[in-house]
């Protein structure tokens, strides 16, 4: 009886001694685990971003729209651009580096990371880590090019360009009036150039920002004496921002707002002696929050946590909508400070469709041109359209209205004029 119960503890020893042992090994592999843990987090991570590149390379060019995304695209950020798949690309290596920039562009977490980096420099140095945007006093928000164009300003012109700048306009007028087509200059406004008080202290012209020459006195003594209808609204903006509870140019835009694009296109209306669209009379109120063009440099800035709640403002119908037979059709050419001065078109007695040629500068500062189109009351972008010659023929034979644009940080040297004048001279 003794032996066999001496056997049964024996037994039971061994099996705890075993149970112990295996307690202890699985004890031990799983604090290995669990220390290695980070080390598989990061790994899988790694893999993750690798697989993710390789499948955005893939789908990149025909099926695009199976991308894996960031939910916060970055702003202002270019198409990538083809790799160069040629010999000589590749021994000078640009082959590589195009590859190399594109699989980084595409990785989902390449956004989050710019902001994140782009909010540091912005909180904790007051900068900007964004191409081409410039921070001024309290927190205005500049486009380097408009800063650079208004501190080299010297008070002097080239009466030659100026001539022939004013003929052109004087005959591109005296075409449309003769096919019965209302036409209207418009000179837009620079923000740098408007509020100079509020330019960063790294701009050239920063201290004497507020007595630099005034550049548009004589382009608007040449418009004069060659009798072209225009309206200055860099003028307007000048006289109207002491009256206006709202500055007309936003905290965190390049261009004017809603309401200095309202007085724009009301002055528009009334500066031909009838208007197919009707005088535009409008109301205006504060905005909850930017939007649009109002937030265009801050969206920009590509940070984390932009503060988009500035004073800003909205614009409103003030009457009735006339009674129009049909709805007339607006041409207008010019660059990015038409979008507000088309969007209150629509607010107008008579609502025109609207065809915007647009001229917008790309990345490497060449020009490119887009045609987009509004229906009437339309006061979104539009619809994109091709952009042919052919087809800027066609809206300019249909148009009752013409409106040209350029603004006073480039005039006298933009591209629309002279495409302007050649496509009504193409008219029969």
């Given at each position: 009886m003794?032996?066999?119960?001496?056997?049964?503890?024996?037994?039971?020893g061994?099996?705890?001694?075993?149970?112990?042992?295996?307690e202890?090994?699985?004890a031990?592999l799983?604090?290995?685990?669990?220390?290695?843990?980070?080390i598989?987090?990061c790994?899988?991570?790694?893999?993750?971003?690798f697989?993710a590149n390789?499948w955005?390379?893939?789908?990149?060019r025909?099926?695009?729209?199976?991308r894996?995304?960031?939910?916060?695209?970055?702003?202002?950020?270019?198409?990538p651009k083809p790799?160069?798949w040629?010999?000589?690309?590749?021994l000078s290596?640009?082959?590589?580096k195009?590859?190399s920039i594109?699989?980084?562009r595409?990785?989902?977490?390449f956004?989050?990371?710019v902001r994140a980096?782009?909010?540091?420099v912005?909180?904790l140095?007051?900068?900007?880590?964004?191409?081409?945007?410039?921070i001024?006093?309290d927190?205005q928000?500049?486009?380097?090019?408009?800063i650079?164009?208004?501190?080299a300003?010297?008070?002097?012109?080239d009466?030659s360009?100026?001539?022939?700048w004013s003929?052109?306009?004087?005959?591109?007028q005296?075409m449309?009036?003769?096919?019965g087509?209302?036409?209207?200059f418009?000179?837009?406004?620079?923000?740098?150039a408007?509020y100079p008080?509020?330019?960063?202290k790294s701009?050239?012209?920063?201290?004497?920002?507020?007595?630099?020459p005034e550049?548009?006195?004589?382009?608007?003594?040449a418009?004069?004496?060659?009798h072209v209808?225009y309206v200055d609204g860099?003028?307007?903006v000048?006289?109207?921002?002491s009256?206006q509870?709202i500055?007309?140019?936003?905290?965190?835009?390049?261009?004017?707002?809603?309401?200095?694009?309202?007085l724009?296109?009301?002055?528009?209306?009334?500066a031909?002696?009838?208007?197919?669209?009707?005088?535009l009379d409008?109301?205006?109120?504060?905005?909850?929050?930017?939007?649009?063009t109002?937030?265009d440099l801050?969206?920009?800035?590509?940070l984390?946590?932009?503060d988009?709640?500035?004073?800003?403002?909205?614009?409103g119908?003030?009457?009735?909508?006339g009674?129009?037979a049909?709805?007339?059709?607006l041409?207008?050419?010019?660059?990015?400070?038409?979008?507000?001065?088309?969007?209150a078109a629509?607010?107008a007695?008579?609502?025109?469709q609207i065809?915007?040629?647009f001229?917008?500068?790309?990345?490497d500062?060449?020009?490119?041109?887009?045609?987009?189109?509004?229906?009437?009351g339309?006061?979104?972008n539009?619809e994109r359209?091709t952009?042919?010659?052919?087809d800027?023929?066609?809206?300019l034979a249909?148009?009752?209205?013409v409106l040209?644009?350029e603004?006073e940080?480039?005039i006298?040297t933009?591209?629309?004029?002279?495409?302007?004048?050649?496509?009504?001279r193409?008219?029969?």
């Open positions: 003794d032996k066999r119960i001496e056997k049964h503890e024996a037994e039971f061994a099996a705890s001694r075993s149970r112990g042992q295996a202890g090994v699985i031990f799983k604090s290995l685990t669990l220390a290695r843990l980070p598989f987090g790994a899988g991570f790694i893999a993750f971003l697989l390789l955005n390379f893939a789908v990149e025909d099926w695009p729209k199976l894996i995304r960031s939910a916060s695209p970055l702003a202002g950020v270019a198409k790799a160069p040629t010999l000589d690309a590749f290596g640009e082959t590589q195009t590859v594109n699989l980084g595409m990785s989902p977490v956004p989050i990371s980096k782009n909010q540091l912005f909180s140095f007051g900068g900007s880590a964004a191409p081409g945007v410039a001024g006093r927190g928000l500049f486009e380097q090019l408009y650079d164009k208004f501190c300003r010297d008070g002097g012109f009466p360009r100026l001539s022939a003929s052109t306009l004087r005959d591109i005296e449309a009036q003769a096919r087509k209302s036409f209207v418009l000179i837009s406004p620079s923000k740098a408007r008080e509020d330019l960063p701009a050239p012209c920063a201290a004497r920002a507020t007595i630099m550049k548009l006195a004589p382009y608007r003594a418009l004069d004496e060659s209808r860099a003028a307007l000048a006289t109207e921002k009256r509870p500055a007309l140019f936003p905290r965190g835009g390049s261009h004017w707002n809603s309401v200095g694009g309202a724009a296109m009301r002055d528009v209306t009334r031909p002696p009838t208007s197919t669209i009707g005088v409008f109301t205006s109120a504060p905005a909850p929050e930017a939007v649009g109002d937030r801050l969206d920009l800035l590509n984390l946590w932009p988009s709640h500035y004073p800003t403002a909205t614009i119908r003030a009457g009735e909508k009674d129009c049909r709805s007339p059709r041409l207008a050419l010019g660059g990015s400070f038409l979008h507000q001065v088309l969007a629509t607010l007695p008579c609502p025109p065809d915007y040629w001229y917008m500068r790309t990345e500062n060449m020009i490119e041109l887009g045609h987009y189109r509004r229906a009437p339309d006061a979104s539009g359209l952009a042919t010659s052919e800027l023929d066609e809206n249909g148009a009752d209205f040209l644009e603004n940080a480039g006298a933009t591209k629309q004029i002279g495409h302007l004048a050649e496509a009504l193409r008219l029969p």
